[in-house]
C-alpha cells in the first residue's frame, strides 16, 4: 500500500449555465514515501485538480483518496483532522501563498501553534532548524515577504510545510514562478528533502525538463485521464504513449544547435464533451480505426509501467515504442 | 549589409523618489531583415525596458541616451506623432499575455480592421478582406467565424496567433515579441516558434525576440544577446553562445538547465537571486554570484571585448576560454 493512493477519482466542476465539467475522469495514482512523482500534462489536462484532490481541496465526485490508509477528506470550516496533517500542499505563486503582513519566522511557526506538538520556547529554535533546512540565512526569520525574493519566498512556502513535520508533500508548478537560474536551486533542494527526511511528493509540473530531473517517476495526464506513468527514465527513453511522445518532441532544447521543437496539431478539446473511445485520438499521428470508440484502458507493461493506447494492446511492447519514436522524428 | 535596426550605447533611466534609476546602461546590437535576434536575461535584466524604449512606450519621467537607427532615423529622437506613425506601421509588438492585451469586448474583426483602417486608410470591405488574408497567414483554423468571436472564446495559442496577425497588420519590417510564448504549453509554443521563423522567411520580417527561455532562443534566434542587470554579458551567434558559453552568467545559466542529452548531472544553481537596479552591486554586476570572481571584479566594470567571429563579451577573467575550440 501506497503512502497517498489515488483511486479512479473524478473531479466535477459546474459551469454557471449548469453543464458538468469532470476536469477529473478517473485517474489513479500512487505516491510512496521518499519518493517524487510528477504528474505533467498541458493546461487544462486537470493536473491542478487532481492534486487539490488529494489534499481534499476539492470534493471528489467519484473514486477515492487515502493518506497513510485513511480516506482524506475535504477541508471545510472545521480545522484539519490531526491524521492529515502530515499532507501537505505548496502552491505556485510564492507572492500569493504566504501573508504579506507577518513576518516569515511567525508563518512558519503557525504549523506548531496549531499542532500543539512543540513547546513555546523551542518554536524558535525550530524555525532556525526549518530556514536552515531549505538554505535560507537564520536572520530572515524576522524579515517580511516583501522583503525576501521569488525563490527565497518559495523556500518559506516550503519551510512552512515542513513544519508540520509532513510524510508527503503536494506541490502545484512550485517552480514556474521563479528566474531560471533560481529554478535549479529550489528544484535541488526538493530532491535533498525527499532523500534525507524521506518525504513523498507529488510535483505538478507543465515543464517536461525539470520533472525529468527531479521526479523518480512521472505520470502523463491528458484530458483528465492518465494515459501513461513509468520510471522517468524510461519513460524519456521510450515513450510509449503518442502524447508522452508529443510532449517530450515539443520541448526545446538549449544547446544552440538551432532545433526547431516539433508542435502537436490540434488543442485539448473541452473537457465537458471529452472525444470519443481515446480520448486523445483526434489530436493523435498514430489513430487507428477502434480508437475512435474504444476506451483503451491503462494496461501494465513489464514491470513498473502503466500505458492506455491501442498501440500496445500486446503487453510485451518494446518494439512497438522503436517504431513510434521512428514515424514521428 | 546594413542591419535594419542598429541599436548604440542605449541607456534608460527611470525617474524614482530617490533620484534617476539606471535600469539600461550601454546596450549596444544589431537586428538585420529576415533574422531574428534573441535578447535574454532574467528578470530586472532590463530587456523589456530596452524593447519599450524602441517604442517610445517607456514610462514617464523615463530618459534614454545613445542612438537606435531604422532606416536613417532615431528611433529615440522622434517626435511623438512621427513615433506613433512608425509603432504598427513599420514595428510591431506582440506581448507574452494576449488576454491582457486584446480588448475583452470587441470583436476580433473589430480588432483587427480598426488597425488597417486608421493606418493604412483601407475602406471597411478593404480592410476585412485583408484581415481574413492575415488571420490565414497565422493559420488560424476557419477565419471567417475567427472574424466574429471574441477573445475569451479563444484558447492561449490562438489568441497569440491573433495577436501576431495584428502585428502584422500594416506590414511592419520589424517585430518586437516580448516572451511571445511563456504562457503558452510547450506543445503550443513549439506552433508559434514555428509560424514566426516562417513569417520571418517569408516576408524577410526582422524579429527581436525577449525571453528568458534559453531552450526558446535556442530554437529560433540567429543571434543573442544575454543581458545581466542592465547591461550586455555576452552576445554572438546562437550557435556560439549557446554552445560553447563564455562569459560565466551565460554558462551558469546553461548549468542551471535541465539538459537533454545528459538527465542524470546535478543542476547547477547560480547562488543568490538575479540583481535587482535598485541595488546593482559595483563594478560587474555579477561578482556577487560569481564564483570565478576576482577583487578587482568588485571596482571595473568590465568592458565588452571582441573575442572571436562576432562574439562579445564582458569579463576580463574569462575562465572558459580553454574550454573553446579553436
Known amino acids: 500500500m501506497s503512502l497517498l493512493e489515488l483511486r479512479d477519482v473524478k473531479v466535477v466542476y459546474q459551469r454557471r449555465d449548469g453543464t458538468l465539467v469532470p476536469a477529473v475522469a478517473g485517474a489513479s495514482l500512487d505516491v510512496d514515501a521518499g519518493e517524487i512523482v510528477g504528474l505533467v500534462g498541458e493546461t487544462g489536462c486537470g493536473k491542478s485538480s487532481l492534486a487539490k484532490a488529494a489534499v481534499g481541496l476539492v470534493p471528489v465526485a467519484a473514486g477515492t483518496v487515502t493518506f497513510d490508509g485513511r480516506p482524506v477528506h475535504v477541508l471545510g470550516r472545521r480545522a484539519r483532522r490531526a491524521s492529515e496533517r502530515r499532507l501537505q500542499l505548496v502552491f505556485q505563486n510564492p507572492y500569493e501563498s504566504i501573508n504579506p503582513r507577518r513576518t516569515v519566522g511567525a508563518q512558519v511557526a503557525d504549523a506548531f501553534a496549531i499542532s500543539h506538538t512543540l513547546p513555546r520556547e523551542s518554536w524558535r529554535a525550530r524555525v532556525d532548524e526549518l530556514l536552515r533546512r531549505v538554505g535560507l540565512p537564520l536572520n530572515l526569520a524576522r524579515r517580511f515577504p516583501h522583503q525576501l525574493s521569488g525563490g527565497q519566498r518559495q523556500r518559506i512556502a516550503i519551510a512552512r510545510a515542513l513544519a508540520a513535520d509532513p510524510a508527503m508533500i503536494v506541490l502545484d508548478e512550485p517552480l514556474s514562478a521563479l528566474d531560471s537560474s533560481v529554478q535549479a536551486q529550489v528544484a535541488n533542494l526538493l530532491v535533498d528533502l525527499a532523500r534525507d527526511l524521506h518525504v513523498g511528493m507529488l510535483l505538478i509540473s507543465h515543464d517536461l525538463a525539470i520533472v525529468r530531473h527531479v521526479a523518480h517517476r512521472t505520470a502523463v495526464m491528458y484530458l483528465g485521464v492518465i494515459v501513461e506513468t513509468a520510471p522517468t527514465a524510461g519513460l524519456w527513453r521510450k515513450p510509449m504513449h503518442p502524447y508522452t511522445q508529443a510532449l517530450i518532441d515539443a520541448v526545446p532544447h538549449a544547446d544552440g544547435a538551432g532545433h526547431l521543437p516539433v508542435a502537436l496539431s490540434g488543442e485539448i478539446p473541452d473537457p465537458a464533451r471529452p472525444p470519443s473511445g481515446c480520448r486523445f485520438h483526434p489530436r493523435c499521428p498514430h489513430v487507428m480505426e477502434r480508437c475512435l470508440s474504444d476506451v483503451p484502458e491503462l494496461v501494465k507493461h513489464g514491470g513498473d509501467r502503466q500505458v492506455a493506447c491501442w498501440l500496445h494492446e500486446e503487453p510485451v511492447a518494446a518494439r512497438p515504442a522503436d517504431d513510434l519514436r521512428r514515424v514521428s522524428r | ?326
Open chain 2, 1 to 326: 549589409m546594413t542591419p535594419l535596426l542598429s541599436v548604440r550605447d542605449l541607456h534608460v533611466w527611470l525617474d524614482t523618489a530617490r533620484g534617476p534609476l539606471s535600469i539600461v546602461d550601454g546596450v549596444s546590437f544589431d537586428v538585420g531583415e529576415g533574422q531574428v535576434f534573441g535578447l535574454a536575461g532574467e528578470s530586472g535584466s532590463g530587456k523589456t525596458i530596452t524593447a519599450l524604449a524602441l517604442l517610445g512606450l517607456l514610462p514617464a519621467g523615463a530618459r534614454t541616451g545613445g542612438v537606435a537607427i531604422m532606416a536613417g532615423r532615431d528611433l529615440l529622437a522622434m517626435r511623438t506623432s512621427e513615433r506613433r506613425r512608425t509603432r504598427g506601421r513599420e514595428i510591431a509588438m506582440v506581448f507574452q499575455d494576449p488576454t491582457s492585451s486584446l480588448h475583452p469586448m470587441l470583436t476580433i474583426e473589430r480588432q483587427l480592421t480598426e488597425h488597417l483602417r486608421y493606418q493604412l486608410g483601407l475602406s471597411g470591405k478593404e480592410a476585412h478582406l485583408r484581415a481574413v488574408a492575415l488571420l490565414t497567414e497565422v493559420r488560424m483554423p476557419d477565419p471567417e467565424a475567427a472574424m466574429r468571436g471574441y477573445p475569451h472564446q479563444f484558447s492561449g495559442g490562438m489568441r497569440q496567433r491573433i495577436q501576431i496577425a495584428i502585428g502584422l497588420a500594416c506590414e511592419p519590417r520589424l517585430l518586437i515579441a516580448d516572451e511571445p510564448t511563456t504562457a503558452l504549453d510547450v506543445t503550443v509554443q513549439a506552433g508559434i516558434l514555428r509560424l514566426l521563423r516562417r513569417l520571418c522567411k517569408e516576408k524577410n520580417l526582422a524579429v527581436i525576440l525577449i525571453t528568458h527561455d534559453l531552450g526558446v532562443l535556442s530554437a529560433l534566434a540567429d543571434s543573442i544577446t544575454v543581458m545581466y542587470a542592465g547591461r550586455v554579458a555576452e552576445s554572438g551567434p546562437t550557435s556560439q553562445v549557446m554552445g560553447h558559453a563564455r562569459h560565466p552568467y551565460t554558462r551558469g545559466l546553461i548549468d542551471a538547465l535541465p539538459h537533454p542529452e545528459a538527465p542524470d548531472r546535478v543542476l547547477i544553481p547560480i547562488a543568490g537571486d538575479p540583481a535587482s537596479p535598485e541595488s546593482r552591486p559595483s563594478g560587474c554586476a555579477f561578482h556577487p554570484r560569481c564564483r570565478y570572481s576576482r577583487p578587482s571584479c568588485q571596482i571595473a566594470i568590465p568592458p565588452l571585448i571582441p573575442i572571436d567571429d562576432g562574439r562579445e563579451m564582458a569579463c576580463p577573467v574569462d575562465p572558459f576560454m580553454a574550454s573553446v575550440a579553436r
